[in-house]
């Protein structure tokens, strides 16, 4: 088993930014990529962004491509998503997520959750 859990998230004005970090522990070593997914009341859980452990492959949803950043540190086993110009469209539950293969990352099929992080960005 992976435990999840995230941290960072906030209220923030539009145009501001927060770092959600999420750290991982347990058997680790059987996660070989994480995600972050965001969730707004009422809709179904949306791919924001992954990651493989190696660091070599990220990969980005079209409407946080040049806002957002994820990044891993192995030796702290943790991962981070760096928020900058934030939208209130961008308001929702954040979650971490490991998943024990490194595709079809975009999907939200994968094998270990957090229990999310609050991000709201106010108008």
């Known amino acids: 088993q992976v435990q999840l859990v995230e941290s960072g998230g906030g209220l923030v004005q539009a145009g501001g930014s927060l770092r959600l970090s999420c750290a991982a522990s347990g058997r680790t070593f059987s996660s070989h990529a994480m995600g972050w997914f965001g969730q707004s009341p009422g809709k179904e859980r949306e791919f924001v962004a992954a990651?493989?452990?190696?660091?070599?492959?990220?990969y980005y949803a079209d409407a946080v491509k040049v806002r957002f950043t994820i990044s891993s540190d192995n030796a702290k086993n943790t991962v981070n998503l760096q928020m900058n110009s934030l939208k209130p469209e961008d308001t929702a539950v954040y979650y971490c997520?490991?998943?024990?293969?490194?595709?079809?990352?975009?999907?939200?099929?994968?094998?270990?959750w957090g229990q999310g992080t609050q991000v709201t960005v106010s108008s």
């Open positions: 990651i493989t452990w190696s660091g070599v492959s990220t």
């Open positions: 997520a490991g998943k024990s293969v490194p595709w079809e990352l975009v999907r939200p099929q994968y094998d270990y």
